[in-house]
């Protein structure tokens, strides 16, 4: 049976990591699944974990009030979900949907939050990566944000 | 520079504002269209635009055409019957020779599917010749997806690897939602070994450019299709100069390598 370090090993977010910190990382983690329309994490509540997606797809939702609820981006394998763990006051900004069945590991936020902070090497690495994340998304919602497929030139 | 006259054989709406336009000349031989040439389409009287080829069947010359201005407003409401002028084909093609032998990845963005569809559909006539073959196409919404009907089929092959991802879903989409630079990193080819297409928005082009490099496709091996104000088609007017050269004449598919660098120059 594959252990959660050596999944991480294979996933390019946590491969360059130190084996050490594979380790402390691995220790916070659970694997766990989640069957088609089955719902994460939802907007507002306690966001204590950060997802890595092994299988399937998450779908990042948001209801708007006088609307159904609106897919902002949808989340693949080998991708990472979830930040609000790092951050005061830990709640979710989004609902995190599972289009079909999900096979994801858990990663307890208050568990890394504590190693990160006993081992601030560990955290630097963290932090760079989930920046890293982060920066992509940005840029890719600025590019949506262009709305590139308008009409162009009038002829 | 005289336009042959071809007619509408048959008429089909893509989309909200766009249609595919099947033309057959009236008289002659059908066109010689490599994939990735256009022709200067002439709706008489009311003007005449550089149109993609997305497709060749016997002696039929396949174009689908987006509504955005009064010349392929014209040539979209253009009913079986309705006599069309034709010049062309012009510009250069896809590498699709160049990548025999390797894996082909096509990345298409909104009506830049229309002019990577031949090549496409050259892979998919010749697939044991190429490798891994992987179409990654993104749109505004679903209802602005092109061929929709034939992506389906398409997906169902086992020797292609289709990702579509929409900018904004609606309430029945239950695919991808996110830009089509990120469908890059998920798709399964070597990238040392593969020859990239690309057709979209200039900007959804370099995004996806420097997504399939930092994957670790050469810069030699990707190739995007430009898109300036062609006129003639000829290279004599001038009117589509990029700095030293003329997408008409020279292009419009050019080697990212090649055409990164004057894309760049903000007063070109």
Redesign the interface.
Known sequence: MTTIEQLLSDVPFFSTLAPEHIELVAGCGSNVHFDEDEVLFREGEQADNFYLVRHGVVSVEMFVPGRTTTTIETIEAGEIIGWSWLFPPYRWHFDGRALGPVRATSFDGACIRGKCEADPALGYALMTRFAQVLMERLQWTRLRLLDVYGDGSRR | MTPRPFHVVRRRRDTHDTWTLELEPHEGPPLDVGPGQFTMLYAFGV?E?PISVSRTEGPLLVHTVRA?????EAICAAKPGTVLGVRGPYGNTWPVEEARGRDAVIVA???GLAPLRPALLHVLEHRRDYGAAALLYG??TPR?LLYRSELERLSARPDLEVRV?V???D?E???????V??LVG?ARFDPANAVAMIC??E??MR?SAEALIARGVPASSVYVSMER?MTCGLGYCGHCQLGPTLICRDGPVYRWDVIEPLMAVRQL
């Not at chain 2, 955005?68 to 392929?72: D, E, K, L, N, R």
């Open positions: 003007g635009v955005v201005g009064a010349v392929t963005g909104g009506i749109s505004r602005d991802t900018d904004a879903a309430d989409w239950r695919g991808n939602v996110g830009v630079p990120k998920e979209g928005p900007i959804m995004y104000n």
